[in-house]
């Protein structure tokens, strides 16, 4: 089970479409139960069926449907969970394409603010771009990786949006759009949004997030700790009210700050930066004009009365 705020999620997998109803029944049931108990009720008519698929399978989709409470529920075909678009099969298609939709449409008003070339100047452009348009466009890409299809339709809007931001000519050539408009180009950043995603899960504490504690045991991680069986982070999370936070060799915990040896202060745990070593003032001396051999004056000054040898 998944949960984020009022919205939850429940998975399970077997050998057949019939078992994961039944499954489905039996953990709706004791998690009303329990909910029950403390006062809270799930709002069961909002409830949305779906069947996973893998790409490999060449059997007709199942249309097994589920009754909770009286209320029966037929498998959909495309189901939005936390602004995703999922399908049985996880094509990543339809997710895209309801994103060019809503970023061409949110486009369509920003460009009414005034006419290309007046009003609005280029870098307050850029930053509508950066800051609205460009989340909205590539929401999901931190999970899903965009199509051939769909990155197509992508770039031709991305290209109207940089040419938008600098008032370029439709003759210009794209290829120079993104150095022009200073905008990444979109398979560029879907990338990097996925790089992003894969290091915060491999830095993030295993004990702590469902994704880093399905990592390997030679996967170089902050912990040791590991999920203990694969149905874990199906059915009951992995949270801090289940699973205690792992011990150090010292006994302390990754929660509870290290202890500092006695007789040695404890130093903060900010990055140490490099540091000149501090010089006495009475250790400093400033080069006579002799030794200046960039002084105008520094030749003949030398031989002058009262004037500063070199030692």
């Known amino acids: 089970m998944v949960s984020y705020v009022d919205n939850f999620s429940i998975t399970v997998a077997s050998s057949s479409y019939r078992s994961n109803v ?89 460009k009414r603010l005034s006419s290309p070339g007046a009003g609005v100047r280029p870098f307050l452009c850029h930053r509508i771009a950066t800051g609205l348009l460009c989340p909205i466009l590539t929401y999901g890409a931190d999970l899903l990786t965009p199509t051939y299809t769909a990155l197509r339709g992508m770039n031709s809007f991305w290209h109207r949006v940089q040419r938008w931001t600098m008032n370029n000519l439709f003759s210009n050539p794209t290829s120079i759009l993104a150095r022009e408009a200073c905008l990444p180009p979109i398979i560029s950043y879907c990338r990097y949004r996925r790089r992003l995603a894969a290091l915060r899960v491999a830095c993030a504490l295993p004990y702590a997030n ?84 960039y002084s105008p004056t520094g030749s003949h000054e030398k031989n002058l009365p009262g004037a500063a040898s070199p030692s």
Do not use: C
């Not at 709706?28 to 329990?34: K, N, V, Y």
């Not at 949305?48 to 097994?64: D, G, K, M, N, V």
């Open 22 to 110: 039944r499954r489905l029944q039996e953990l709706f049931s004791t998690i009303s139960a329990r909910g029950r108990e403390i006062g809270v009720s799930f709002s069961v008519p909002k409830t949305e069926l779906i069947h996973w698929r893998t790409p490999s399978q060449r059997t007709p989709p199942s249309t097994a449907p589920i009754k909770l409470e009286g209320h029966l529920f037929h498998p959909s075909m495309v189901v939005r969970w936390l602004g995703y678009w999922f399908t049985p099969a996880l094509s990543p298609t339809h997710h895209f394409s309801h994103r060019l939709s809503l970023a061409q449409a949110i486009f369509s008003v920003v």
């Open 210 to 293: 469902p994704a880093s504690a399905r990592l390997p045991q030679s996967f170089p991680s902050l912990s040791s700790f590991r999920a203990q069986d694969s149905s874990r982070h199906l059915t009951k999370g992995l949270s801090l009210v289940y699973l205690p936070p792992p011990r150090l060799a010292n006994g302390n915990s990754l929660s509870t700050p290290e202890k500092a040896p006695p007789g040695r202060p404890r130093r903060s745990p900010h990055l140490a930066l490099a540091r000149r070593p501090h010089t006495p003032p009475s250790r400093l001396t400033r080069p006579s004009p002799a030794q200046d051999k």
